[in-house]
């Protein structure tokens, strides 16, 4: 099993940047296909951006020329780059596999909240 501990959320204003960081616990991560999601109050997980083991991207529409993932294999990390928040983005972010089954566990997220 391999856990992953997200951080790097806040409060930011609307046009402004953040930067999240995923961890994970072992080093079984730089083979792992991996994805941020997030889940606004009253909705459903949503995949935000992926990226496989080795670097290929994708992204949800809602997100496409605004966010950016990436990861450091060397630090068991991958990253979410997000510029022109806006107010709809406001989410606690998570990060899993790109496809996680239900014996993977998610971790406590951060949350993001782009206001005024």
């Known amino acids: 099993q391999v856990q992953f501990v997200e951080s790097g959320g806040g409060l930011v204003q609307p046009g402004g940047s953040l930067r999240l960081s995923c961890v994970a616990s072992?080093?079984?991560?730089?083979?792992?296909?991996m994805g941020w999601y997030r889940q606004a109050p009253g909705q459903q997980r949503e995949l935000v951006a992926s990226?496989?083991?080795?670097?290929?991207?994708n992204y949800a529409d809602s997100v496409k020329g605004r966010f950016t993932i990436s990861r450091d294999n060397a630090k068991n990390t991958a990253y979410l780059q997000m510029n022109s928040l806006k107010p709809e983005d406001t989410a606690v972010y998570y990060c899993?596999?790109?496809?996680?089954?239900?014996?993977?566990?998610w971790g406590q997220g951060t949350q993001v909240t782009v206001s005024s």
């Open positions: 899993n596999k790109r496809f996680p089954t239900v014996s993977d566990s």
């Open positions: 072992r080093s079984i991560f730089r083979i792992i296909n």
């Open positions: 990226i496989t083991s080795d670097g290929n991207t």
